[in-house]
């Protein structure tokens, strides 16, 4: 595959910042492959050559490019300054973010202000992990392979010039006489960073801790996060010992400047800008540096991480990011800049998930019958051993970016093994624990994570030793179901019928099916207490599945197993995991695992185990672990080798590897490290570890009903599920939206269902139907909750609706004759003044709909599905009126009555599909792609529309020659801003204060 820019010198320039290649150590600046991005946030090939200008005090070295996030009219490039090696997979280096950079294009004053900054920010970190200039310059400069070195000419050798560390004095480095002890202990940086693993008291053991992907000591004090609660950091608290925060997120560097300040927010673009938007500019910053720096986010520049050892192609002559899955490509749509322009050298694609790597080795001790042990002693110095082999004098964070085989180690009394694990999270339904729940009407489901067990030599080489894959998969039950989160033991309420969750439920499972082959579903959630019921559910839908034709239509049934692990385990006995392993043993002896010899699949994978829970972390991750366990004895077995993982203490390496996996999907969806560790980690369950669980939980219940909100708005707008206009919406609510169907799609067919209900005379055609908000009474104008209303239109009547959206039912509806209507006005609608965006009065506009009560019978009907009759006013309070319409005399007449609509917003957040709440002839199946209408032309077309169907009833009745009615519009205000703030009441103004100042 064409090979991708390893490291970029990002600089401003007067036109834009221009991304340059950097080229190798002692080479001179080459722009033939340099692109500039403008300060429009446009992106294309560098056509002025800049090698003769002086950039290097203003340049910042980035490791690549994550993408462009654009907010409002403001753009910043997303740069990657800070990574870590975790893993190297046939010979190819594996990654992790550990810092980013965002540098607007603004101007050339502000994005040189963020390059120093992030210049020093990076200086500061080497400087606090014990790193000096001399390191620096020695990482920077490497000898790593890049896209520029068939571009510029060797040059020839000069005396390097280097600074004494004892005179201070610079000095040509072949002159200086100096003894090995100074050179060595004193000038290490000089000679790489070899001498200074080897010489200091870290050694290269913490080291190869940090490649392996454990955590070290140092990093408990240097790099652990401080002030993260969840993915919303709070950044006053900097106690590194406080427990009680999750430490997803790194800690920000105080020393260094904000990234932009609500007075400095960039304006050079221009549009119309969205002043809430541009408000929360800094947060959005704030947070998204933070997320990305999270320790999260993989990539490789040679390896697809998005797919299985046993489907990459090293040999395709397509970039990477047009190889990479994506279903697992997290910042495809914020990269997308560069690749429409073609650029894909600088597409680095990332994946979310884990990646860790662990060596072993297993020593003989009787060559007659085969038996072997582990050797403790092996399991972290053949690592060590072989990334010295790999790196060279580069150290465990060198650039080694080729694409060689790793050199195979030196023989030992043993046999040397590598173990891999790779998890990718899926950006589909991508978010956070309780705002993510469940199923789409896509198919796709809340913390999806495919999880692959890679079992190897440490050289990968195949003609010698197999390698082994095996791979799992977690996410959440395929229903529609949401949770609270403001409960520690929150009820589960189920929305949609059986039809609607059955088709969002083969979806998921045909999809899988097709990906995987067969299927074995493992639901680990209680039979009895709050769970049981969306338990039941999931196991009725299987069996429903199954009845009409399998996954696949075709016949092929879903396997279903329901273990209800806190019953099984309790007594916190979770060794009784193995029950489950034995009902599994059958499945998995059919499917088995893939299996790669001689550079060829000799056997593949041929199905996969779905193992899901409530939130799919903590009893699903001890599942995932016992069924790895189980593989990789077995692997070994085959090859004549035994092991023991579940009682050999010298095999902890196995358990920490699988907890750590465990600990980063637990922090990307919960904003705590996992539930029930302590038995991941050491085989036990204590009570210390139980402890420990209770504190992580009100950790997490403090994330969800605080932090979580803006965090998911972020993620949905990262990933392109929603345009800027959802922090505005944030903002004036406070929340964020679960967009698990495509509400255009559910409104059309709640307007089709309660056509079909309610419009009894077949000889009564539907004109129009629309989905409005409406207050939840009847005659008043503002109630302190709305909801959404069905409001149809035909010939001769109007049906008034109000549905039960859970159940997808019609819970009641009044039929109002045409005739019957003598009054309807539409103005400014405010129902809120808490925040900008409700006192909008573009966006804030409804009508009011005058009627008659009494029929030619004299009584008022209001149909209710339970068949009765409700005559009056439908328990409609008189104290919740409020503004113009209620206090108009018209409507206290006798026999008067009132309806007030609001429009919704005509388009939500989501991309690509925004909802109109106007009709559409074409099912709900098949909506045409029509450019969404303004609240204002929404509420006027209504308004214009009833009238004129009144008035030509009205002139059918009566006759031509007679005069009609007129029924007309009348413009004024529902209620005016004026009337709102008098109506809000002092506690409500104090609650969302208090609100907005705890995400704030």
Same mark, same amino acid.
């Given at each position: ?221 240097? +790099? #652990?996060?401080?002030?993260?609660? /969840? &993915?919303?950091?709070?950044? !006053?608290?900097? @106690?590194? =010992?406080?427990?009680? %925060? ?124 085969? +038996? #072997?042990?582990?050797?403790?002693? /092996? &399991?972290?110095?053949?690592? !060590?051993?072989? @990334?010295? =082999?790999?790196?060279? %004098? ?607």
């Amino acid at each position: 595959m064409p090979g991708l820019v390893r490291k970029i010198l990002v600089f401003a320039a007067v036109d834009g910042l221009v991304l340059q290649p950097a080229p190798p150590r002692n080479h001179p600046p080459a722009t033939q492959q340099a692109i500039k991005v403008d300060y429009k946030g446009n992106v294309g090939p560098l056509l002025k050559d800049r090698r003769e200008e002086d950039t290097t005090p203003v340049s910042l070295e980035t490791h690549g490019i994550v993408g462009l996030l654009t907010i409002a009219t403001s753009s910043f490039l997303i740069s990657i300054c800070g990574r870590e090696q975790v893993a190297q997979i046939r010979g190819k280096p594996v990654y992790k973010i550990t810092d980013v950079a965002l540098i607007p294009l603004a101007s050339r004053t502000d994005a040189d202000k963020a390059i120093v900054s992030a210049r020093e920010h990076v200086q500061r970190r080497r400087e606090a992990e014990g790193l000096g200039d001399e390191d620096y310059d020695s990482e920077s400069d490497d000898d790593a392979p890049s896209v520029t070195d068939s571009l510029v000419e060797e040059p020839t050798a000069t005396p390097t010039q280097v600074k004494d560390p004892v005179t201070g004095q610079q000095g040509p480095l072949h002159g200086r006489s100096t003894s090995v002890a100074e050179d060595v202990m004193q000038h290490k940086g000089l000679y790489g960073r070899f001498a200074d693993k080897w010489f200091s008291r870290k050694g290269w053991k913490t080291d190869s801790r940090r490649t392996q992907g454990l955590s070290v000591e140092e990093d408990l004090h240097k +790099s #652990v996060p401080k002030n993260v609660e /969840s &993915t919303m950091p709070k950044e !006053e608290d900097e @106690n590194p =010992k406080n427990s009680s %925060l999750p430490d997803a997120i790194p800690v920000v560097d105080k020393t260094v400047p904000e990234p932009v300040s609500p007075t400095d927010i960039p304006k050079a673009l221009d549009g119309q800008k969205d002043s809430t938007t541009n408000a929360l500019l800094p947060k959005i910053l704030r947070t998204t540096k933070m997320y990305f720096s999270s320790g999260n986010f993989f990539f490789s520049y040679d390896y697809d991480l998005s797919r299985g050892v046993d489907q990459q192609q090293p040999s395709s002559s397509l970039p990477l990011s047009k190889q990479f899955d994506s279903l697992y490509f997290f910042n495809q749509h914020i990269a997308s800049p560069f690749s429409s322009a073609g650029q894909h050298n600088f597409v680095l694609p990332i994946i979310q998930g884990f990646v860790g790597q662990r060596a072993f080795s297993i020593k003989v001790v009787n060559t007659n019958n085969n +038996s #072997v042990v582990i050797d403790p002693d /092996s &399991t972290t110095d053949d690592m !060590e051993m072989q @990334n010295i =082999k790999q790196q060279g %004098l580069n150290g465990a964070e060198s650039d080694s970016d080729t694409n060689t085989e790793t050199p195979p180690p030196e023989p030992s009394n043993g046999k040397d093994f590598l173990i891999t694990l790779i998890s990718r999270r899926s950006t589909n339904r991508a978010g956070l624990r309780y705002l993510r729940r469940g199923v789409d009407d896509e198919g796709h489901t809340a913390n999806t994570v495919e999880t692959e067990q890679i079992l190897s030599s440490p050289t990968w080489n195949t003609t010698q030793d197999t390698i082994f894959s095996f791979t799992q998969l977690r996410g959440s039950i395929p229903l529609f179901f949401s949770q609270s989160p403001y409960s520690l033991k929150p009820q589960v309420a189920t929305w949609g019928s059986t039809e609607t969750n059955a088709k969002a439920f083969k979806r998921h499972f045909a999809d899988i099916s097709s990906r995987y082959g067969a299927v074995y579903s493992a639901s680990l959630v209680d039979k009895h207490g709050t769970e049981a019921k969306i338990g039941e559910l999931y196991e009725r839908h299987s069996k429903i599945l199954n009845e009409n034709g399998g996954m696949d239509g075709k016949g092929k049934d879903l396997d279903f197993e329901w273990f209800d692990f806190h019953n099984v385990c309790r007594g916190m006995r979770f060794e009784n995991v193995s029950k489950l392993m034995d009902t599994l043993g059958p499945f998995f002896k059919t499917t088995g695992w893939t299996e790669i010899s001689n550079d060829r699949v000799l056997h593949k994978q041929s199905g996969i185990l779905r193992t899901n829970c409530m939130d799919c972390l903590d009893r699903t991750n001890v599942v995932q672990s016992a069924c790895a366990r189980t593989a990789l004895e077995a692997q070994l077995s085959a090859g004549s080798f035994s092991i023991d993982l579940q009682n050999d203490p010298s095999t902890s390496w196995f358990n920490t590897l699988w907890a750590d996996n465990g600990d980063n999907i637990s922090r990307q969806y919960a904003g705590t490290a996992a539930l029930k560790g302590d038995f991941t980690r050491t085989r036990k369950r204590q009570i210390t570890g139980a402890l420990t669980d209770f504190g992580l939980t009100l950790t997490r219940y403090y994330n969800n009903i605080v932090n979580d909100y803006f965090a998911q708005a972020l993620i949905d707008y990262l990933l392109g599920r929603a345009t800027d206009t959802i922090f505005a919406e944030f903002e004036a609510d406070m929340k964020s939206s679960d967009y698990f169907i495509d509400l255009r799609k559910v409104r059309q067919a709640a307007i089709e269902r309660s056509a079909g209900i309610v419009i009894e005379d077949k000889e009564e055609d539907l004109i129009h139907g629309w989905t409005l908000s409406v207050p939840t009474h009847a005659n008043v104008l503002k109630t302190s909750t709305f909801e959404e209303a069905v409001l149809l239109l035909t010939a001769k009547a109007l049906y008034f609706c109000r549905l039960d959206w859970g159940t997808e039912k019609v819970r009641e509806f009044e039929r109002i004759p045409l005739e019957d209507v003598y009054g309807i006005f539409r103005g400014v609608y405010i129902t809120s003044t808490l925040a900008q965006r409700h006192m909008d009065e573009e966006k804030n506009v409804g009508f009011v709909l005058r009627y008659n009560i009494t029929d030619p019978s004299g009584t008022d009907l209001v149909r209710r599905n339970t068949r009765s009759l409700d005559s009056g006013n439908a328990g409609a309070p008189s104290d919740h009126k409020s503004g113009s319409a209620s206090n108009d005399n018209s409507t206290q007449e006798a026999g008067g009555r009132f309806l007030a609509f609001k429009a919704l917003p005509p388009s939500s957040t989501v991309v690509p599909t925004p909802s109109s709440p106007t009709s559409m002839s074409a099912s709900a199946d098949s909506l045409p792609d029509v450019p969404p209408e303004n609240e204002v032309e929404v509420v006027k077309s209504i308004c214009e529309e009833i009238v004129r169907e009144a008035n030509k009833l009205s002139s059918q009745r009566i006759g031509e020659q007679q005069e009609q009615r007129g029924l007309n519009v009348e413009e004024k205000a529902v209620v005016s801003a004026a009337d709102a703030k008098k109506s809000t009441g002092y506690m409500e103004q104090l609650g969302y204060s208090l609100k907005k100042m705890v995400w704030s």
